[in-house]
Each structure stands twice: as C-alpha cells, then as structure tokens.
C-alpha cells in the first residue's frame, strides 16, 4: 500500500532490530519525518504533535498510559509490533488505550495497512488475531459488564468489592456473576477464573487474588467492549 501523504513516525522499541527493520519497509511506502527515541515511557514524546510511535509491548502500554488523560497527546497514535499473540495480552493492551496492535509475523503490507489505518485516525487490530480473538468472543459470549467482573474476580474481589468497584448495586453483580459462570460452563467462582485464563480471557497472573480478601487499591476494570468495537475494522 502506497500512503501518498508524510507522516511523522517515532519509534521507542525496545528492539533496534526491529526498528531498523520497519523503518526501511516504511520507507517504500511513505515519506517519513522519522525520530528514533530511546524506550522510555517516563518522556513520552519531546514534542506533542500529530504523530505514529511504534513501540513494543511493554512501552507501548507503558507510554499509552503517561498520556491517556493529557490532551497535548491527543493526536498521538500507539502502535504496537510485538510477538504476544495470547487474547488476554492483546485485550489488556487494548484496553489500556493503545490505538494499534501487530505481530512481528506478520506480512510487510500490513504494516503500511496499519500505519495508514491509524494515521486517519482509526485503530488497527493485526489479521491473525482476528478470526481467533472473534471465535473466543462468540463462544464465550460474554457482555461488557461480565467481562468487566470476571476480570474484578480474577483478582480475588469479592462481590462487594467488586460492586464497590464498578458503581453497581450487590444483586446486579451476583446478576453478572451468574450469567458468566453460566457461559463459561462452571458453578464456582475459582472454576471460572481457571477456564477464562485457559481461554486466554485472563492473564496467567489471574487466580493468586483469589486466597485474598481483596486488593482495594487495584485499577479499575475496563470495559470489554472497546476491545470489541475493533473486530470489525478491517475483516
């Protein structure tokens, strides 16, 4: 894919490789206002303007975090090239706000794909995570709002806490609780936590809160559904 207009391209990932890589595949594609910073989430970006940062995963979810609230980065755009293929590692980084997610093994044209896809302002899921991450969701078919408590349960919340947490009343949590455990074919809240991390719907870290009574400080859940509104983009 030819991309006609210039676009600024900064790369912050942790891979000189890689970097060296992508920026010489962009470079048939595109004319690049390119800067290679170091991976350091701590300084975003040196100068706020309308940009792609292509970053690994780490950095990327690191550095989507520095700037999700601060409207200087608002025409900053995250993309992610890295070879964490597992559905809870791209739900989690997608859900952290970052705007692109591609594998390393991917095909070179869907990287200018990506880049052209972000640079009008849309988000980018990679091909190959697709028809999987769709086929989980159908099977499984959980709503926002379960997605957003099995994620709470995951963490050893108990059902207070988690009504705590997502500003919803105690029935309408044990609602939700029901209605997983029912798509998830479990009758027990620890059941539930082992099948979604086997499902890739949880990271492998999911399940320690469980021997806890709660970690009140832990971020607040996400909704599930703007992993969702992604399937659609490019199918």
């Known amino acids: 894919m030819q991309i006609d207009t210039p676009i600024s391209i900064r790369f912050m990932h942790s891979d000189p490789v890689v970097s060296a890589g992508i920026s010489a595949l962009l470079a048939r594609w595109c004319t690049l206002d390119l800067i290679i910073d170091d991976a350091n989430p701590t300084s975003p970006v040196s100068e706020p303007d309308r940009a792609i940062i292509i970053a690994d995963y780490r950095t990327g979810i690191d550095l989507q975090r520095a700037i999700l609230h601060d409207p200087k980065y ?96 105690l029935g309408t949590v044990k609602s939700h609780l029901k209605g997983l455990m029912a798509k998830l074919n479990v009758s027990a809240r620890t059941q539930a936590v082992v099948v979604a991390t086997q499902r890739g719907l949880l990271g492998a870290e999911a399940g320690v809160g469980l021997v806890l009574s709660g970690e009140s400080g832990a971020r607040r859940a996400r909704p599930a559904h703007n992993l969702a509104s992604l399937y659609s983009l490019h199918q």
């Open 74 to 169: 608002d025409g900053v755009r995250i993309l992610i090239i890295t070879q964490h293929d597992k559905e809870w590692e791209v739900r989690h980084a997608v859900e952290c706000g970052v705007h692109g997610y591609l594998l390393q093994s991917g095909v070179p044209q869907e990287l200018s794909a990506a880049i052209a896809t972000l640079d009008c302002g849309r988000h980018y899921l990679s091909r190959q995570l697709i028809r999987p991450m769709t086929d989980s969701l159908a099977q499984t078919g959980l709503t926002g709002r379960e997605a957003d408590v099995l994620q709470l349960l995951g963490k050893g919340y108990c059902n207070k806490l988690i009504a705590r947490e997502l500003g919803i009343g």
